[in-house]
């Protein structure tokens, strides 16, 4: 066997639909072998069999079925291999979706872009995968689109919104007029300037800022094994909320000994490894209450496509779709690009991307002029989610609003989104406080 | 007639009359023709790779292999000549013939300022010495993003030639001149002490050689070698990142070295042109691609000891017991001196 293709053609003539007559070909980039590159391709697969059943992709006068190409980048190990990936499909394939670790991305995207084939990436969030890129050198980066995440830095105002909503709770609940909120960040180069924004932010006044008190913040390792120094320190520090600024494998160390410690302070923030559906048994249990930013959570209608996806998801893989199984959302977002340039002449079909305007399963999807989704409400705002009763539900947004200013009464919300809670250990600790 | 009969005698004598030249010269000759028989993007860019990661594997050998220090932070000097010549390409907007040379003599200074403190260690003391510097670059990587990229690397750098034909023979043309310098310098006295130097430092100074000023030569031959491969990785992938530094990269050079044959400089080129291609090959089964990959290296190590180069030139070749020159293993009597070879 030369190459591992999944071919997913479904004979639309059992359908008494049209004839397939041609395939596209996509790429489906990924580490095969881990979490985020399965959920890469069981989201382009899901796509796939969808529109192929439907009738396929239909361009101008033909017809055409999706076939898929299971692109394995083993790119959480060598940046060399996830080059040599691309570079062996780049010729076959008419599409790429996917990538996840960024500098491989960088590496991969350079690929695509010197053979010309357009790149959704379904999987890092890095602003510089797109900017100073795209905008810079249109004709030679055109090719390249993201899907999911949001790029990091509309994760940080995401994230930062959690906080205040989880702000506003130990107000309305506790009393806690001025509640301290210690800083708990990765160290790594993209939580810097968050960091940075994040302790700004909180002391200065509303409704610019948090109107809270910032009392410290600690910067363990992104491979740190052990958090319980700097939690002892959080807790030593009086501190009521933890903002936290995890991606790395750190974030479980986190949740279990916040949770085994009983740390009298609510965590929320980015901590990508409370994403995934194995947060719970990664942290012991110790997980529960946890809150991050995520685009993905059970029961709650981002758009009318979210929850049949999400669950459909569950049926296919047994969990919860991490950001990568955006791929699914990439595939319609080709399908309906491929459909307006009624071609797959590569430029035709790019200029046909950027006017993309798409109801996926994470919200409306419209690019700006760096190729990057949108964001904000009525487009794609994330969520922010919380693990209560053993799942991971969302909590924001419900009750926004994003411009209280000039917009006293616009409030944006998805339904199913559930009120935050704070941790039980922690509302018992703080209860008899009152400012 | 008579012209041609020189270059003839030289080719029936010197190449012909052993087996191994003859696959070198083969070797040699396919590498040269490849884009001839396919001009398939990815055939050429899996040999440009394998090419770069030769070049990589062979400066390994001299140090670690031929002169004994045993470096397992080798990924430094890479890194060092992929970071300076991106920065050189992409801030000062020097172009690629000018950052490469320069991105392998930073790389050379690196070297220098690693082997001045490991001079006195040796052993696994040094192994575990040179493994904390590609850690400690890491480290100043991420503090200062603005300069390096941070975890984002350096990226837009300079494509290495304009096609891939170019990029082709430009780094195959650098990894056959960079094997036969160092291949030429390993055959000379410099080769003998560093062989010295391996398996006894004190005969070498009671020699009176200074000891030192070799062991610096290593590490400097061996530090720009290595940059001149992170040079023109950074330029052929066009990114310089923090992955040029991790430990995988600094282990890769000794599994193919080993595996191919230490102390030799066709070992560590015959293992990465028969490792590299097959962990690609294996992409035919991804599930199983590293397991397969693994019992490949361990398998061969097993009942390959000396490396694959070795056991296949001491099946092809046997030494003369008196005067040690080499001969093809089809022979019953020395080349030269006449002597009955052992069958």
């Not at chain 1, 391709?41 to 055409?64: C, D, K, L, T």
């Not at chain 2, 491969?229 to 600094?250: E, Q, T």
């Amino acid at each position: 066997m030369r190459t591992l293709v999944c071919f997913l053609a479904l004979v639309l003539t059992a359908f008494g639909g049209v004839a397939a007559s041609d395939v596209i070909r996509i790429g489906v980039v990924g580490p095969m072998t881990a979490m985020q590159g399965q959920h890469h391709w069981h989201g382009a697969v899901m796509a796939a069999e969808e529109i192929n059943q439907a009738g396929g992709i239909v361009a101008g006068e033909r017809s055409y079925t999706i076939e898929l190409i299971q692109v394995d980048s083993n790119e959480m190990v060598s940046v060399t291999d996830a080059v040599s990936a691309v570079e062996r499909v780049v010729g076959r394939v008419h599409f790429l979706v996917g990538g996840f670790r960024t500098e491989a991305v960088m590496a991969m995207t350079e690929v695509a872009v010197e053979h010309g084939v357009p790149f959704l990436i379904a999987g890092a969030a890095a602003d510089a995968l797109l900017a100073g890129r795209v905008d810079a050198d249109y004709d030679e980066y055109k090719y390249l689109f993201r899907v999911a995440p949001v790029r990091s830095s509309d994760l940080a105002k995401l994230s930062i919104l959690l906080l205040i909503d989880v702000v506003q709770r130990f107000r309305e609940d506790l009393g806690i007029a001025v509640p301290r909120v210690a800083v708990v960040a990765e160290r790594l180069e993209w939580a810097d300037p968050l960091v940075r924004q994040v302790e700004q932010l909180i002391a200065a006044p509303p409704p610019q800022g948090l109107g809270a008190e910032w009392v410290g913040t600690w910067r363990p390792s992104a491979r740190a094994e052990s958090v319980s120094s700097e939690l002892t320190a959080v807790e030593r520090a009086d501190a009521h909320i933890i903002y936290t600024a995890l991606s790395g494998p750190v974030g479980v160390p986190f949740g279990r000994d916040w949770g085994r410690l009983e740390v009298p302070a609510a965590a929320v923030g980015i901590n990508v490894e409370a994403q995934s559906d194995k947060w719970l048994d990664a942290t012991g249990g110790f997980g529960a209450y946890a809150a991050t930013a995520d685009i993905y959570a059970r029961e709650v209608a981002v758009t009318e496509r979210a929850i049949p996806f999400v669950e459909g998801f569950i049926d296919r893989v047994g969990e919860l779709p991490l950001y990568t199984a955006a791929t699914y959302d990439g595939l319609y977002i080709l399908k309906a690009a491929v459909e307006r340039a009624g071609t797959l002449a590569v430029d035709a079909v790019v200029g046909a991307l950027e006017e993309t305007d798409h109801v996926g399963t994470i919200g409306r999807m419209v690019f700006d002029e760096k190729h990057d989704l949108i964001w904000g409400p009525q487009y794609v705002t994330g969520l922010g989610v919380q693990w209560l009763d053993g799942e991971a539900l969302a909590f924001w947004p419900k009750n926004w609003r994003p411009d209280p200013v000039n917009l006293p009464d616009f409030e944006f919300g998805y339904p199913g989104a559930v009120p935050y809670q704070i941790p039980p250990w922690v509302l018992e600790h703080w209860a008899p406080e009152n400012d | 007639m008579y012209w041609l009969k020189i270059p003839f005698r030289f080719l029936r004598s010197e190449v012909l009359a052993l087996p191994t030249r003859v696959i070198a010269v083969l070797f040699v000759a396919v590498l040269l023709l490849f884009p001839f028989m396919t001009q398939d993007t990815y055939l050429l860019r899996v040999v440009v790779l394998t090419a770069i990661f030769t070049i990589y594997a062979v400066s390994w050998d001299v140090l670690s292999g031929y002169a004994g220090q045993i470096s397992l932070g080798h990924a430094l000097f890479f890194g060092v000549g992929a970071y300076t010549t991106a920065l050189l390409n992409l801030r000062l907007g020097l172009p690629q013939h000018a950052a490469i040379p320069l991105g392998a003599l930073a790389a050379t200074a690196a070297g220098i300022l690693v082997a001045i403190p490991c001079l006195r260690l040796r052993k696994h003391h040094l192994a575990l010495a040179t493994l904390a510097f590609p850690l400690m670059l890491t480290g100043l990587v991420f503090m200062f993003p603005g300069l390096t990229g941070g975890e984002l690397g350096i990226t837009r750098i300079a494509r290495l030639a304009t096609s891939r034909l170019v990029e082709y023979y430009a780094v195959v043309g650098v990894m056959l001149a960079a094997v036969g310098v160092l291949w030429k310098l390993m055959s000379s006295r410099i080769g003998l002490i560093f062989h010295a130097l391996r398996e006894d430092e004190v005969v070498v100074r009671a020699l009176g050689i200074n000891a030192v000023r070799y062991k610096l030569l290593a590490f400097v031959l061996s530090g720009f070698t290595a940059g001149i491969a992170g040079a023109l990785y950074a330029h052929v992938i066009r990114v310089a990142g923090p992955s040029n530094l991790d430990l995988f990269m600094s282990f890769q050079p000794v599994i193919w070295t080993i595996f191919g044959g230490a102390a030799t400089i066709y070992g560590p080129v015959t293992g990465v042109f028969v490792l590299y291609p097959a962990l690609e090959y294996l992409r035919a089964i991804p599930a199983y691609r590293m397991l397969v990959f693994a019992l490949l290296v361990l398998v061969i190590l097993r009942f390959m000891p000396e490396g694959i180069g070795t056991w296949v030139r001491e099946r092809l070749e046997v030494n003369c017991p008196h005067c040690r020159l080499r001969n093809a293993f089809t022979r019953r009597t020395c080349r030269a001196c006449r002597t009955e070879l052992a069958s």
